[in-house]
């Protein structure tokens, strides 16, 4: 019962932890989004301050923005020219008929690059990076839960262990998923990604040792003080 009981909190600690995560880092790339292309957040503006706002945006960073749109769009424009087949005759065709197909023969031009543009913005906020990198420190907390409230490890075992294990293995195992092999040792545990992790995890499993700690004591504590209260009875 009690091995049960402990496999439901620490899969509960990883959903928690994972979700936490990946919320934190998804909202911190959006405000980032919204201000590399200027755009005010809804909760920081009165109607005032946004239409002040609107009036001062920086015309250089609009036009590369624009520019970023009208290369894509050019090029679907250059692909529907060169289209082998006539408005008439693309309406008995698919892109995946197997005739030779490009977007531009069935989607818009400037809709299909904004839309490109749009779906990079998402997929940056909280695209396959960000549910990568949630998962791997989700399974990181996991695994520092585990370990810290371990009753059969002693401190410098947990510390070993729970510590400098994960971090020993999160760089190399996290490179890997996204390119499928392992890099140079400076490569992979001093790159920007790593040294990341390293504050983050360093900050979270002081936090539940501190935590394990604080409520370890005061459960002593109880116990103690009720020990003593029978034993007066």
Same mark, same amino acid.
């Given at each position: 019962?009690?091995?049960?009981?402990?496999?439901?909190?620490?899969?509960?600690?990883?959903?928690?932890?994972?979700?936490?995560?990946?919320?934190?880092?998804?909202?911190?790339?959006?405000? *980032?989004?919204?201000?590399?292309?200027?755009?005010?957040?809804?909760?920081?503006? *009165?109607?005032?301050a946004r239409e002040n706002y609107i009036l001062n945006l920086n015309p250089e960073k609009l036009e590369e923005l624009g520019q970023n749109v009208s290369i894509f769009e050019g090029v679907m424009k250059q692909?529907?020219?060169?289209?082998?087949? *006539?408005?008439?005759?693309?309406?008995?065709?698919?892109?995946?008929?197997?005739?030779e197909h490009t977007f531009a023969d069935f989607y818009d031009p400037t809709g299909f690059a904004l839309w490109g543009f749009l779906d990079g913005l998402v997929q940056y906020i909280g695209g396959k990076y960000v549910i990568n990198a949630a998962l791997f420190l989700g399974i990181s907390v996991t695994i520092a839960y585990a370990v810290i409230t371990s009753?059969?490890?002693?401190?410098?075992?947990?510390?070993?262990?729970?510590?400098?294990?994960?971090?020993?293995?999160?760089?190399?195992?996290?490179?890997?998923?996204?390119?499928?092999?392992?890099?140079?040792?400076?490569?992979?545990?001093?790159?920007?990604?790593?040294?990341?992790?390293?504050?983050?995890y360093t900050t979270i499993f002081v936090l539940i040792f501190v935590i394990n700690y604080v409520i370890g004591r005061k459960m002593t504590r109880q116990l103690n003080e009720t020990i003593r209260n029978n034993e007066n009875i």
């Open positions: 019962m009690k091995i049960f009981v402990k496999i439901i909190k620490i899969g509960l600690v990883f959903i928690f932890s994972t979700v936490v995560i990946y919320l934190t880092m998804a909202i911190g790339k959006f405000i *980032s989004v919204c201000h590399v292309y200027q755009i005010p957040l809804p909760l920081t503006f *009165s109607e005032e692909a529907k020219e060169a289209s082998l087949y *006539s408005e008439e005759e693309l309406q008995n065709h698919t892109l995946t008929d197997g005739h009753k059969k490890m002693n401190l410098a075992l947990k510390i070993v262990i729970g510590y400098f294990g994960m971090m020993l293995a999160f760089p190399p195992l996290y490179m890997y998923s996204w390119t499928y092999r392992f890099w140079k040792l400076y490569e992979m545990y001093w790159n920007q990604d790593s040294k990341r992790f390293y504050a983050i």
